[in-house]
């Protein structure tokens, strides 16, 4: 906060301007960090999951379907309670977003306003977008690097369009990547769509492909 803030929020004012060309396309890019397109996403595919009849399918197809059903689940649940704990996070610590940098200066505090003038640090944003990137890299790890540029334009977008300062979007990535990565690990821990190997990351439990499902059968 204290070496960086300050800093970046001014260089941003004096060589962003409103309306441009770069600041308007960071205003698209930070759409993306907004929750509600992924959950309401994810809560079909489930649904409709959930009334489909199952017990109708032959042994391939039903493996396949117990997978879409578990990833679906695994990012819901898992982006939404990191967005609900880092907006209650961000509110109970109260800091000022930075259009107040120059009435209130970057370090102060209005704790438990539940304002959104007060609600900066974590950025909301930026853990939604760390949450999807850790979610899409967990399930889908071959195009990691793809993922992590993702997840950090979404957070990087929060400075650029003068919502929050780098703290904040730092603490917001780090804070919901961290959080789907511990549910991941917690989920290895008891057997459940991932396993353990080496390093922090889990890699998604091997199923049976319906290909060999249907040679069995």
Do not use: C
């Not at 999951?49 to 399918?57: N, R």
């Not at 007060?118 to 990137?133: K, Q």
């Amino acid at each position: 906060m204290a070496y960086f803030d300050v800093d970046v929020t001014l260089w941003k004012r004096a060589n962003l301007d409103p309306g441009s060309f770069v600041e308007t396309s960071f205003q698209v890019i930070t759409r993306f960090g907004t929750s509600g397109w992924v959950l309401i996403g994810t809560a079909i595919i489930g649904l409709y999951l959930s009334l489909s009849p199952w017990d109708q399918l032959p042994r391939p197809k039903l493996l396949q379907r117990v997978n879409w059903y578990s990833d679906a689940n695994f990012a819901f649940f898992t982006i939404a309670l990191s967005g609900i704990a880092a907006n209650l996070i961000k509110n109970m610590i109260g800091r000022a977003r930075p259009k107040m940098l120059d009435t209130l200066g970057p370090f102060h505090f209005e704790h438990a306003a539940f304002e959104s003038t007060y609600a900066s640090f974590p950025s909301g944003h930026s853990t939604t977008s760390g949450a999807i990137g850790m979610v899409l890299i967990l399930l889908f790890p071959r195009y990691w690097p793809i993922w992590l540029l993702i997840a950090v334009l979404g957070g990087v977008s929060r400075v650029m369009v003068g919502a929050h300062y780098p703290s904040d979007v730092l603490a917001g990535l780090a804070f919901g990547a961290g959080f789907v990565l511990l549910s991941a690990r917690w989920l290895a821990l008891r057997g459940t769509m991932f396993t353990l190997g080496e390093g922090w990351i889990p890699k998604r439990k091997r199923q049976l492909s319906p290909a060999t499902m249907a040679a069995r059968a």
